[in-house]
């Protein structure tokens, strides 16, 4: 069965520090790879996905993830984080012909003005 | 942006109550799947329906759980007798595809307590 790590629980920066959150996954096939974020009081949203091709993917906001095939991971980075990405961010997967998402914890960013 | 949307925000139910919570997928989909995230927990995926059928459940999806697409538009998940622990906030999803290439949308979330 596939799963997913996310090791930092809960993450304070100050604004225009860098941010990197670490995801691990654990599936030996093919995978789909996502990072979601929810905002206070809001939905689930799509920050960014790989599925295929240049390992090094692009969202919105800013961030990015790089996908490392040989470690299984997928972490989040953004150079400068301000204020507003303060939010929980959940890495997920998908795998094979399975169609449900399988999340991590969540990390909830904290960035201090 | 077409979103998903789900009715109502929050439902108060008492214990051993039915609950049917409501989801508008995004128009053109066709596979659709509602999670729960109990407080404080992850989120977790309960079941996937396409094609007016059940294509996959967790082991969360008892039999006190059951969905339906009652007409072109609505999604629904009902609990047929609450517990204490369907305490949670439900995810409706939604996506145009199941194959290799493809992203779930996801509506606000309905919060269920269970009193």
């Known amino acids: ?113 | 942006e077409p979103e998903v949307t789900q009715t109502p925000s929050h439902q108060v139910t008492q214990m051993g109550q039915e609950v049917i919570l409501r989801c508008v997928p995004i128009s053109n989909h066709l596979y659709f799947y509602w999670y729960r995230q109990i407080l404080g927990q992850k989120v977790e995926f309960l079941v996937s329906f396409y094609n007016n059928e059940i294509s996959e459940k967790s082991e969360i999806f008892d039999d006190q759980f059951s969905v339906e697409r009652p007409d072109g538009s609505n999604f629904t998940l009902k609990i047929r007798s609450t517990k204490l622990e369907d305490s949670a906030m439900y995810f409706c999803a939604s996506s145009e595809f199941a194959g290799k290439t493809y992203e779930q949308y996801f509506g606000p979330g309905t919060r269920l307590t269970v009193t």
Not at chain 1, 43 to 56: E, I, W
Not at chain 1, 69 to 91: G, H, I, M
């Open chain 1, 1 to 113: 069965a596939q799963s997913v790590s996310q090791h930092n629980h809960h993450v304070i920066l100050s604004e225009a520090a860098s941010l990197e959150l670490g995801c691990n996954y654990s599936y030996g096939g093919t995978v789909n790879l996502f990072w979601y974020v929810q905002y206070p009081g809001q939905h689930l949203q799509l920050l960014l996905k790989y599925f295929s091709g240049d390992p090094l993917v692009k969202g919105i906001k800013g961030f990015e993830a790089e996908f490392i095939k040989s470690k299984f991971s997928f972490n989040l980075r953004k150079p400068s984080v301000q204020w507003s990405d303060t939010a929980e961010y959940f890495c997920a997967v998908t795998s094979g012909g399975y169609q449900k998402v399988t999340f991590g914890t969540g990390t909830k960013l904290q960035v201090i003005p």
